[in-house]
């Protein structure tokens, strides 16, 4: 058994994320192991851009509410205890909603030859309102 200690709060990259995103990394891998987890808090209207990852990942929801979207268009609205998950290569997108802050784990397994996440263009505010439409009843 490894104890971890904590690591302090960084606000992620504005090449890959749209407006206020906190993110605590948690745990990167060791000899072992390539799992990746972080806690990552989306003011609201934030998000990341688009981006896929080799092996999926999983997304649970600690706190708030937020969206998770896709290129075709599917949007899934993700509340506390809630979890998504996105296969291998999907292109997606997640975040806070327009009037809501969202917290989530982000959990990929980086194992493989490949880039574990693969970063792409900015989701649009276009396609932010249409997630947001998409997701409504």
Not at 71 to 97: I, K, M, N, Q, Y
């Amino acid at each position: 058994m490894q104890k971890n200690p904590s690591s302090p709060t960084v606000k992620t990259p504005a090449e890959n994320f749209t407006g206020d995103v906190w993110m605590d990394p948690i745990f990167s891998g060791d000899d072992t192991s390539q799992l990746v987890c972080a806690h990552v808090r989306f003011t609201p209207g934030a998000r990341t851009h688009w981006h896929s990852h080799a092996n999926g990942q999983l997304l649970v929801c600690t706190d708030g509410i937020g969206l998770v979207g896709t290129r075709d268009g599917r949007t899934v609205v993700l509340r506390a205890g809630e979890s998504v998950w996105t296969p291998a290569g999907e292109e997606h997108f997640h975040g806070g909603t327009e009037d809501h802050l969202m917290c989530h784990y982000a959990i990929l397994d980086a194992a493989g030859d490949a880039e574990a996440t693969t970063w792409l263009e900015a989701v649009t505010d276009e396609q932010y309102a249409a997630a947001h439409t998409a997701a409504r009843p």
